[in-house]
């Protein structure tokens, strides 16, 4: 099955349904059908063919028209490349390039890069578009996609997904859709991110409707989550703190909260357990995926009194934990995250030698070091390429994190290696915090918590941790806020910018 026949057949079976909400905007399924066959008469008409690739470059308040522009993209025989208005137009200008985009398509607040297409589209031009019938469309293992990677540690690589990896799994008309316990979910994930990839085809395909806002406040997301009485919350560790310390949730009835979810990154277990306090009617989910498996994620089920797991895997893609050989590890040993992603072969896109490396037999290395243990419980140790290796230890930045994240005035915490003349690495820690604490007294809380080589040299503090658009971390960003000097030297006590 193709993209714009699961539209087609669900538009089919629910016209009226409303798939997309924003603000004063909103976007029912037969409006979605229609638009999505005009626009791409139109791109066909204008010179786009079947394989060409067309950037999407939308804002964040642009959810309904980027809706209907992505599945027109797909419904021309073309190729998506959705793209973010957060990311810096130089990264825009690459990613435009190594796609060799044909075309560009985009909203009233996009700053368009200085890069040759064929074809640019306003939203002028797609509003006046008239109806059109529908066309015959792409094969199923036609490729539909080239979403970028978050590029927290090169340049983003783009990942090639075809129609059939993108509705594997889905039915015409399924007895049963997914999120069938809520009637909206709500989100505030920017267009172009994997995140928001994943958000659009809940739109497209599940029971509960989309509700978005462009921007993301603790209060205001929780206003809507009373006004709207949601069901489904989706967010990413950054959200999930601020709504956890802002109070937010406690001054709004969000007792019709059932699901809510997590992506991007680990959610520290500090902020999970206080997620499953404050909303103690929900279920609180990591959902473990990346840009190379998506759609395909792993639902792993949080649990307070496994607070050091992400989880336990009930649902999604199967993983699997394997040594350097390929070999699966036992329960309880650290190796190589792996997720099955579903539906044909994924590559990277013009990138032969990283496909190899990624993407094997219908699995996709994930880049984490972790380990399941005999009941099914996923443990993350770190991301394999933040491993600090320190004199003749090896140091998670991930379980140092968590440990700084229980302490009551530190708001969020990025953990990094930076050279240290005897150890050749040692950690440091990027702070936000209700104070500027001294590093004495953050070891010392450290102490009971943490192994001596575990503990940071060096401290400094931040008003905000720099964060791609999909709200990762972009740790190299950090490495100028420290001194150059090497050693154990306390914190910087003024608050920098990242």
Request: with cysteine; charged share 20%.
């Amino acid at each position: 099955m193709t993209v714009p026949q699961l539209l087609a057949a669900r538009a089919a079976a629910e016209p009226s349904h409303v798939a997309v909400s924003q603000g004063a905007g909103a976007l029912d399924l037969d409006t979605w059908q229609a638009r999505t066959q005009a626009i791409a008469a139109g791109l066909r008409s204008a010179g786009v063919r079947p394989g060409d690739r067309v950037g999407l470059l939308y804002g964040a308040q642009d959810w309904v028209a980027y809706a209907c522009s992505y599945t027109a993209v797909l419904a021309a025989g073309a190729v998506a490349v959705p793209l973010s208005t957060r990311s810096a137009t130089a990264e825009l200008a690459y990613m435009l390039r190594h796609s060799g985009a044909a075309a560009l398509l985009h909203g009233p607040s996009a700053t368009l890069p200085d890069v040759p297409v064929r074809l640019r589209w306003g939203p002028d031009t797609v509003a006046e578009l008239p109806a059109a019938a529908p066309m015959a469309g792409p094969q199923p293992d036609d490729a539909a996609q080239i979403l970028y990677t978050s590029g927290t540690t090169g340049r983003p690589k783009g990942v090639t997904a075809a129609h059939a990896n993108l509705t594997h799994g889905c039915r015409p008309n399924p007895p049963l859709r997914p999120l069938a316990h809520s009637r909206q979910f709500l989100h505030a994930f920017p267009i172009g991110t994997n995140a928001g990839q994943t958000m659009l085809f809940n739109a497209l395909y599940a029971h509960a409707g989309m509700l978005v806002t462009a921007r993301f406040g603790p209060e205001h997301f929780a206003r809507l989550i009373e006004r709207h009485a949601v069901g489904s919350v989706f967010v990413v560790p950054a959200m999930a703190i601020e709504l956890l310390r802002s109070g937010a949730l406690d001054r709004h009835d969000v007792t019709s909260v059932a699901l809510l979810g997590s992506t991007a990154a680990v959610l520290p277990p500090a902020v999970a357990t206080g997620l499953a306090a404050a909303l103690p009617g929900a279920t609180i989910v990591n959902y473990y995926t990346s840009t190379e498996a998506a759609p395909t994620q792993s639902s792993v089920v949080f649990e307070p009194d496994r607070p050091a797991a992400l989880g336990k895997v009930v649902a999604g893609g199967a993983l699997r934990v394997c040594d350097d050989a390929g070999r699966p590890c036992p329960a309880g040993v650290t190796g190589e995250v792996w997720l099955r992603a579903a539906g044909t072969g994924r590559s990277y896109h013009d990138d032969p030698a990283a496909t190899r490396h990624v993407f094997r037999d219908g699995w996709t290395r994930m880049g984490d070091l972790g380990y399941l243990d005999a009941e099914g419980y996923l443990y993350l140790v770190d991301r394999e390429s933040d491993v600090i290796k320190s004199g003749a230890d090896k140091v998670s930045t991930v379980a140092v994190e968590a440990a700084l994240h229980e302490h009551p005035e530190i708001i969020e915490a990025a953990v990094l290696g930076l050279p240290d003349p005897v150890l050749g690495t040692a950690p440091a820690a990027a702070l936000v915090a209700t104070r500027a604490l001294g590093l004495g007294e953050v070891r010392r809380f450290l102490a009971t918590r943490l192994a001596g080589h575990e503990q940071p040299s060096r401290i400094v503090h931040v008003d905000q941790l720099p964060r791609n658009a999909g709200g990762k971390v972009v740790k190299h960003r950090l490495r100028a806020l420290f001194d150059d000097r090497p050693g154990t030297e306390g914190p910087r006590e003024e608050r920098r910018e990242p």
